[in-house]
Nanobody, 115 residues
Framework: QVQFLESGGGLVQPGGSLTLSCTTS????????MGWYRQAPGKQRESVAG???????LYEDSVKGRFTVSRDNAKNTIYLQMNSLKPDDTAVYYC?????????WGQGTQVTVSS
């Protein structure tokens, strides 16, 4: 079974920063693009940013210039550096294969942006 383990969420004030981490199996990490998704209360899950299997890096318009996705292939880990956080960024953040997510989802990590 595919597993994703997200961490790094928390409560942060508007304008603050957080870095999220996600690990998965080496097989999944090497064979697929990997990316981040989020689901805000009452909304559908949406993609945020990620690496395609061809190596391109994509960002949703709402996070361009504020979020940076990176990866450590030796650790089978991807990261999401989030700067200039806004209340609208409040959501549970998940990682998965990208840009097409698998049907397996981890627990996610909660990010709350509030003063």
């Amino acid at each position: 079974q595919v597993q994703f383990l997200e961490s790094g969420g928390g409560l942060v004030q508007p304008g603050g920063s957080l870095t999220l981490s996600c690990t998965t199996s080496g097989t999944i990490f090497r064979r697929n693009g990997m990316g981040w998704y989020r689901q805000a209360p009452g909304k559908q899950r949406e993609s945020v940013a990620g690496f395609t299997s061809e190596g391109s890096v994509l960002y949703e318009d709402s996070v361009k210039g504020r979020f940076t996705v990176s990866r450590d292939n030796a650790k089978n880990t991807i990261y999401l550096q989030m700067n200039s956080l806004k209340p609208d960024d409040t959501a549970v953040y998940y990682c998965n294969t990208y840009p097409a997510a698998s049907r397996f989802w981890g627990q996610g990590t909660q990010v709350t942006v509030s003063s």
